[in-house]
């Protein structure tokens, strides 16, 4: 059974610092893996995908990158802005019918 | 248009009542799905349809009842809720459900559901 973890589960950063986040899966055999940022009481909005095959993939100031081997995915957000403080989601695609499965998110606060 | 929408934003409903979620996209996907979310959790997945059809149940109480009267269309029928059923009720697309690459899902703004 794939199980997705981020740890820490809380993050606090001053404005303008560059930060990773981690998420690690224990089943190598995926499809992909998606990126998600909640706001509080809001739905998912959907950052990044990163395909199996894939190393990286960017968009603006962010970058994820997936090495499928180890099993570890990172989310690299660059020169932070207080307006990136959200839950950050990580979940993969595995299994037969691709279902997602959750990491328990981080919560990161980008102070002013 | 990357949007799914979803009706309303806030229902409040007593364990007798009988209410519905609505979710709608204009992306031409042809897998829809629903979420629950409570406070501070990951969402959990309840039903997957692929081309209108129902593929995954969860193992969801009867309580809620999917229907799937397009392609564009998804809606969750609510009926003798209980309390521990409030959460934050999540309706996504995909271009399609199961292996490969067309499946990256898009995700609606959520019904924050209370039931008295």
């Known amino acids: 059974k794939q199980e997705v973890t981020q740890i820490p589960a809380a993050l606090s950063v001053p404005e303008g610092e560059n930060l990773v986040l981690n998420c690690s899966f224990t089943?190598?055999?995926?499809?992909?893996l998606q990126w998600f940022r909640q706001d509080p009481g809001k739905g998912l909005t959907s950052l990044l995908l990163?395909?199996?095959?894939?190393r990286e993939q960017t968009s603006g100031r962010l970058n994820a990158s997936l090495d499928k081997s180890s099993g570890r995915s990172t989310l690299y957000i660059a020169a932070s802005q207080p307006g990136d403080s959200a839950t950050y989601l990580c979940a993969v695609h595995t299994g037969a019918n691709s279902k997602l499965t959750f990491g328990k998110g981080i919560t990161l606060s980008v102070r002013p | 248009d990357t949007e799914v929408t979803q009706t309303p934003k806030h229902l409040v409903m007593g364990m007798t009542n009988k209410k519905s979620l609505k979710c709608e996209q204009h992306m031409g996907h042809r897998a829809m799905y629903w979420y629950k979310q409570k406070a501070k959790k990951p969402p959990e997945l309840m039903f997957v349809y692929s081309y209108e059809k129902l593929s995954i149940n969860e193992s969801v109480p009867s309580r809620f009842s999917p229907e799937c009267p397009n392609s564009s269309l998804l809606n969750l029928h609510l009926h003798a809720l209980q309390p521990e059923d409030s959460a934050l009720y999540l309706c996504a697309s995909s271009w399609s459900f199961g292996q490969g690459a067309y499946n990256e899902q898009f995700f609606g703004p959520g019904t924050r559901l209370t039931v008295l």
């Open positions: 990163i395909q199996s095959s894939q």
């Open positions: 089943d190598s055999a995926i499809y992909n």
